[in-house]
């Protein structure tokens, strides 16, 4: 079993940034993918960023291209999603997620951490 655990979610203000994380322990090795989505009150939760470390391949959803970051300290055992010039619409509970989808924008991961809260101000 993989464990992630999410920090860094906070109030700020459009424009500014904020830096996720996820810590992760047990077999975290073993899975292939990592992954951040995020669900807005009222709203089916969305793909936001993923990682294939072992093929070093990364994925954004258009919404955040330019702006958002994802990345993996493996000595640290942790993934990040930094989050750049954030807007209101960026509002929204995120969750890190790790296993081995098919399809790594999808949301068919094994693990999902506890969530942390972003809220962007206008």
């Known amino acids: 079993q993989v464990q992630l655990v999410e920090s860094g979610g906070g109030l700020v203000q459009a424009g500014g940034s904020l830096r996720l994380s996820c810590a992760a322990s047990g077999r975290s090795s073993s899975v292939y993918a990592w992954a951040w989505f995020r669900q807005a009150p009222g709203k089916e939760r969305e793909f936001v960023a993923a990682?294939?470390?072992?093929?070093?391949?990364?994925f954004l959803a258009d919404s955040v291209k330019g702006r958002f970051t994802i990345s993996r300290d493996n000595a640290k055992n942790t993934a990040y999603l930094q989050m750049d010039s954030l807007k209101p619409e960026d509002t929204a509970v995120y969750y890190c997620a790790a296993g081995w989808p098919a399809v790594v924008t999808s949301g068919r991961y094994a693990y999902w951490g506890q969530g942390t809260q972003v809220t962007v101000s206008s």
């Open positions: 990682l294939r470390p072992s093929g070093g391949y990364t």
